[in-house]
């Protein structure tokens, strides 16, 4: 990923043409510098894989040199350290310190990307709580809407299809906790959650025959016949139709949709 984006036309501006690097964290202690040695320093370390130092000297740049052209590009080099060395909590902060600063910038719409980004790599196991899942989805549908003609919105559009999934999961999860439990009006709003927010994703077949089932256990057949023919409709010769078709014929033989 790293490697990917530095290769974009943000990062060949940011970097180019500076090299460097030390050979100890005594690099990052204040020590007064001209801004072209710090900045290449930072370069240096970054270009050896040390993200964690390279950030810290990203940031020094703006600390001696707040008013320099180079504190600017050090700001979002200092993000995208963070981002490299995983320290995605300082990713963001450092993000969304350059957009408070630098909100018209033309570098802005990486800012936001890098956001996403940070959010998007903490995504959780769906057993999990799913906040970082949310603020990834809210992160990267603001890079769409923002700057729906740049790149950073095309990689926005295919990681949120795979937010939305994940999303999706965990009320799959929830809902089908809910009906092993014996709580049927609970496991439907779950899955009626899933074919009306997250329809387009793998889960909603499943979905659709879970609503099916709960529809049957809630004793009104005619609504579980419905969820099955909208099952067979958009998604025929899928396994969770022919479930579906079988569980309806076993316990709504005769029964139309309502």
């Not at 030390?22 to 204040?30: E, F, I, L, R, S």
């Not at 894989?49 to 001696?64: C, H, I, K, M, P």
């Not at 999860?173 to 793998?202: D, H, K, M």
Request: aromatic fraction near 12%.
């Amino acid at each position: 990923m790293a490697s990917a984006l530095c290769a974009s036309t943000l990062l060949l501006t940011a970097c180019g043409g500076i090299g460097g690097g030390g050979g100890g964290t005594n690099d990052t202690a204040y020590v007064a510098r001209d801004v072209e040695t710090l900045y290449s320093s930072a370069k240096g370390y970054l270009d050896q894989g040390n993200a964690q130092v390279a950030a810290a000297l990203f940031d020094e740049v703006e600390r001696q040199h707040p008013y320099s052209p180079w504190a600017r590009r050090a700001q979002l080099m200092s993000s995208f350290s963070y981002y490299v060395g995983r320290d995605y909590n300082k990713a963001i902060a450092s993000a969304q310190r350059f957009l408070s600063i630098h909100p018209g910038n033309r570098d802005a719409p990486y800012a936001y990307y890098l956001i996403g980004l940070s959010y998007y790599e903490q995504i959780s196991d769906v057993t999990r709580d799913q906040k970082i899942t949310e603020q990834a989805q809210i992160a990267l549908t603001e890079v769409t809407r923002r700057f729906p003609t740049t790149e950073y919105a095309a990689d926005a559009r295919l990681k949120l299809d795979l937010v939305n999934d994940h999303l999706a999961g965990k009320e799959m999860e929830i809902g089908r906790y809910y009906q092993r439990s014996g709580r049927w009006l609970a496991a439907q709003i779950r899955f009626q959650n899933v074919i009306e927010t997250y329809e387009t994703t793998s889960h909603a077949p499943e979905a659709l025959y879970r609503l099916t089932e709960s529809s049957l256990a809630l004793g009104v057949p005619e609504e579980a016949v419905k969820y099955a023919a909208v099952l067979g409709a958009n998604y025929p010769g899928n396994e969770w139709y022919e479930k579906a078709f079988e569980l309806v014929g076993d316990e709504a033989p005769g029964v139309t949709a309502s």
